[in-house]
């Protein structure tokens, strides 16, 4: 039976993983879905919770930028290594961060070529960082290099947001990749006929509210300006725009500004991990 391996350290298994593991599963793959243990947003520990998964034991880290931050990366990596050499899988796919895993599954795809290597990018590091002037430094550098060498190394390359991409455009020539945004990638008439299903159900309910959810971090790297142009393209058809955004991070204030400038009622609910409460 042929094998594929998926690692995913901030287990994003239900949110992305779950339909890649299904697909392979009813084309006969035996699939193993590697995990860490340890809950990056609620610094915790995560029993298993799902038996499609193996959950990798990994130290824990109170600060997301520390020394012990990067042991438990690289002993997660690690243990992915060992995995995949030991299982030997025909297909890999490998969310990135942290780039050390994907370097190390770039490495086992440069000794078997025949290896499907899938990478995914769903975020950038250390530019998404907020570590200043540090990130051009030389291990920041060799940081970086870990995860390009993976994408020179892969079959397919998957990005979460076209931002990664332009950030990443040199290193995607000749290769194979994509990514999903809302509207961002649609053509014209694809756009055309998502708007003219909106102004539809508008016209045939009488309603001209439309909502809109954002969950996750509110970092450096989001994309703002195309949020705010969707919004502002919303209200251009002459919806009224609810947002209601969940998360945190260095930016908040200016998504929050930024969609308000664009039309958007607002609500922030700050941080919310309570999945009942997301819902």
Known sequence: MKKAVLISCFNWYDARLKPVRDILAERGY??????ADFDHIKKELV?????????????????N????????HISFAKQCRRFIYE???DIIYCQVPPNKAADYCACY????PDVRLI????????ESMPVGMLGSTPPAKIWMNWRNEAIK???????????YQNKLKKHLVGKQYGTLYLFRNQSESERNAVLGHLRSVRDSTCREDISIG??????NIIDIEEIKNIISGLKAEGFRVFMHIIGDGESRREFLSSMKEAGADVKYYGKVFDETAKA
């Open 87 to 89: 299982h030997r899988p």
């Open 119 to 126: 990478v995914d990018i769903i975020d950038l590091w250390p």
């Open 109 to 112: 795809k440069r000794e078997n």
């Open 47 to 63: 029993y298993p919770r799902s038996d499609e998964c193996t959950y990798l034991h990994v130290p824990d880290y109170r600060s």
């Open 30 to 35: 035996e699939v193993s879905v590697l995990i």
């Open 214 to 219: 954002y969950v996750g971090s509110i970092n």
């Open 153 to 163: 190394a892969a079959d397919l390359v998957i990005t979460e947001c076209g931002m």
């Open 65 to 72: 930028l520390s020394v012990a931050r990067i042991i438990s």
